[in-house]
């Protein structure tokens, strides 16, 4: 597995996978038109990266400098006196789960994170499907910050916020 900088060529097989994603797993559950490729690009991330095995993209995550506006509450109101910034859209194939693929994908957005003196944060929808993105995170040190809850056109979403190490 190699992981590296997104390119636009990769935005097909990158929709594929984020349907696929969907199918498996419920996420993302707020997925307006089926648009994949505005999940996958919007809001403009400052770093995005994929993971490629035998010439095919099987994961992917971003670093942004925002997300909604009561994860980002949230965070403020902890007090952290860093600025954060939030991993996002980590996606990995159902075909190639358990092969370490989401870990070293979640490392590289945190490591990035942390370099720039930012705190990584990401927040996660707490639904059933959701339970092994969850232990992923608690085994790599990522701490249960705050919970939000809000409505998203009319979707009501429960949300689990983390920060990530930062060494």
Do not use: K
């Not at 400052?46 to 949230?74: C, K």
């Not at 789960?97 to 929808?125: H, I, K, M, Q």
């Amino acid at each position: 597995m190699q992981i590296r900088e997104r390119r636009d060529a990769d935005l097909e097989q990158l929709e594929e996978l984020a349907s696929r994603v969907q199918a498996s797993d419920g996420y993302p559950i707020f997925l307006p038109d089926r648009d994949f490729r505005r999940f996958l690009t919007q809001p403009a991330s400052i770093a995005v990266w994929v993971a490629t095995a035998g010439g095919r993209i099987v994961g992917h995550v971003a670093l942004n400098d925002s997300t909604s506006e009561p994860v980002m509450r949230a965070v403020t109101e902890l007090g952290v006196d860093r600025p954060a910034l939030y991993v996002a859209r980590l996606l990995v194939d159902p075909s190639n789960r358990r092969c370490g693929c989401g870990r070293e994908l979640l490392d590289v957005a945190r490591r990035e994170a942390a370099s720039t003196g930012c705190l990584p944060v990401l927040d996660v929808v707490d639904i059933p499907t959701a339970a092994p993105a969850l232990a992923l995170y608690r085994a790599e040190g990522w701490r249960e910050i705050a919970r939000v809850s809000f409505d998203l056109a009319g979707t009501r979403l429960d949300e689990i916020v983390f920060a990530g190490p930062t060494a």
